[in-house]
Nanobody, 130 residues
């Protein structure tokens, strides 16, 4: 089972940028779906971005497309979420999640559905003020 540790959360002004990191241990992130999810107080956890680490194929939710980018560093066993043009509505706890790819998913995009990810980190807080 992979262990995930998020970092990089902070308080920033609207329009600013942050880069979140998710470091994995206990297993390699290769041939996996890694995802970033967020949860604001009183709201459900929602998918933000995912990456298929075998295909290097990233996807973003419509709400962050063009502003957030997910990337991978396989030698460091780490994925990142670069967040630009931050808005107050991006304020949330951000979580990293992972699951292994089945062979038939090797070239597929990864789901933003939180229910298909068994491994989760503890989260890192992002606060954006106006």
């Amino acid at each position: 089972l992979v262990q995930l540790v998020e970092s990089g959360g902070d308080s920033v002004q609207a329009g600013g940028s942050l880069r979140l990191s998710c470091a994995a241990s206990g297993d390699t992130i290769s041939s996996s779906c890694l995802g970033w999810f967020r949860q604001a107080p009183g709201k459900e956890r929602e998918g933000v971005a995912t990456i298929n680490t075998r295909a290097g194929r990233a996807s973003e939710a419509d709400s962050v497309k063009g502003r957030f980018t997910m990337s991978q560093d396989n030698p460091k066993n780490t994925v990142y979420l670069q967040m630009n043009s931050l808005k107050p509505e991006d304020t949330a706890m951000y979580y990293c999640a992972a699951r292994k790819l089945a062979w038939y998913e090797y070239s597929s995009s990864c789901s933003l559905n939180r229910n298909v990810y068994p491994n989760w980190g503890q989260g890192t807080q992002v606060t954006v003020s106006s």
